[in-house]
């Protein structure tokens, strides 16, 4: 009989992670239903025209794709997580044959269905209430797949590192939350990106969500908004440059710091 791999295992304790998700009703509706409220909320509101051909309602939902990634990645592991630790779940695991990388791989699995799920949900109210146009071109395609895989594996990865700043599970949301809403608010999700004030962009450019939802944009809209643009376009490279440093620094950061028991 072949002996288990990593990967094996971390399928598996995937498929645990996923009923375990199911089963918390709350967690659900607040992680697949709240990006669509906000969504109908701002979608609605704000509807005027802000350039040619695109929609504010459009631009929105570019943004929340974008920020989908950093929700169901970054915030949902670095609260998650310390949680996991205060009750002891990550020293009892630690003390098992299980490899420490199949825990990862199963958080990863989970945090890969949930981002489907969301960006799924957020694309269909976009095209169906809000004129969302879906990629033309193999190559839009391509970008958004790579986006999706890239920003998804760097949120993973900050949140995982992140899960050590909080002092106890008790707190990690009050910790996490604060974070991700300025980031999302300085990077161009609730509002224009070049309408904010000029240090707002600078500090936003140094974060990856910023790079996420320009890359969002770049699939979702006309190819002539690139000019509105802070660099007058879409700058696709530097994009996915950034992410990917930012996903190395993750790494490394998590490698280090991890820790599988309160301390």
């Not at 993973?156 to 991700?180: C, D, E, M």
């Not at 450019?205 to 939802?213: D, G, N, Q, R, V």
């Not at 006309?222 to 879409?234: K, R, T, Y």
Request: net charge positive; aromatic share 12%.
């Amino acid at each position: 009989m072949n002996k288990p791999t990593a990967l094996s295992i971390g399928i598996q304790r995937g498929g645990l992670e996923i009923r375990q998700f199911m089963r918390q009703r709350e967690s659900v509706v607040f992680t697949m239903l709240f990006p669509l409220i906000l969504l109908a909320i701002f979608g609605s509101v704000f509807s005027n025209q802000i350039a040619e051909g695109v929609t504010f309602s459009q631009y929105f939902v570019a943004g929340m794709i974008a920020s989908g990634l950093v929700n169901t990645g970054f915030q949902q592991l670095a609260i998650m997580i310390p949680m996991e630790r205060d009750f002891g779940t990550l020293k009892r695991l630690r003390g098992t044959p299980m490899p420490a990388s199949s825990y990862f791989i199963g958080k990863s699995i989970l945090v890969t269905l949930s981002m489907l799920v969301q960006v799924f949900l957020l694309l269909a109210a976009g095209v169906a209430f809000f004129g969302v146009n879906l990629p033309t071109t193999a190559d839009k395609w391509l970008i958004l797949l790579a986006l999706l895989v890239i920003g998804s594996a760097c949120s993973t990865i900050l949140g995982i590192a992140f899960s050590n700043v909080p002092k106890s599970g008790r707190g990690a949301s009050a910790v996490v939350s604060p974070v991700v809403i300025v980031l999302q608010f300085f990077s161009g999700v609730f509002f224009i990106f070049t309408d904010l004030p000029q240090w707002m962009q600078q500090v936003a450019a140094i974060f990856p969500l910023k790079w996420m939802t320009q890359g969002a944009r770049s699939v979702f809209l006309p190819d002539l908004f690139a000019a509105q643009e802070v660099a007058g376009s879409w700058v696709t490279g530097r994009t996915f440059a950034i992410i990917g440093a930012w996903l190395v620094v993750g790494l490394i950061w998590a490698i280090r710091s991890f820790k599988w028991e309160r301390q």
